[in-house]
Nanobody, 122 residues
Framework: QVQLVESGGGLVQAGSSLRLSCAVS????????MGWFRQAPGEERLFVAV????????AYADSVKGRFTISRDNAKNTLYLQMNSLKPEDTARYYC???????????????WGKGTQVTVSP
């Protein structure tokens, strides 16, 4: 059983930065491809970014490209999402997920955290 716990969310002003963390336990973190998704109230859970375990290859949603950076520390079993130049439209609950491929599809991820709320005020 894999457990994922997100942290680092909060209320910030537009233009600010936040760094989200996702602590992974219960399995070998370094063998999973890890992703971030977000969900605003009344909307679908959408892909944000993903990082492959083997070579660190990454992919991003167009809406965050150039502003967000995904990274991982396999020694600490932790995934990160550095978010810069935040916009009000980035407001959502952010979830980390563990899976087996570099994918933007929710169904390709087997394990999910409970999320952390990010709110960006104008």
């Amino acid at each position: 059983q894999v457990q994922l716990v997100e942290s680092g969310g909060g209320l910030v002003q537009a233009g600010s930065s936040l760094r989200l963390s996702c602590a992974v336990s219960g399995s070998t973190f370094s063998t999973y491809d890890m992703g971030w998704f977000r969900q605003a109230p009344g909307e679908e859970r959408l892909f944000v970014a993903v990082i492959r375990w083997s070579d660190g290859d990454t992919a991003y949603a167009d809406s965050v490209k150039g502003r967000f950076t995904i990274s991982r520390d396999n020694a600490k079993n932790t995934l990160y999402l550095q978010m810069n130049s935040l916009k009000p439209e980035d407001t959502a609950r952010y979830y980390c997920a563990a899976g087996w491929k570099l994918s933007s599809w929710r169904d390709d991820y087997d394990y999910w955290g409970k999320g952390t709320q990010v709110t960006v005020s104008p």
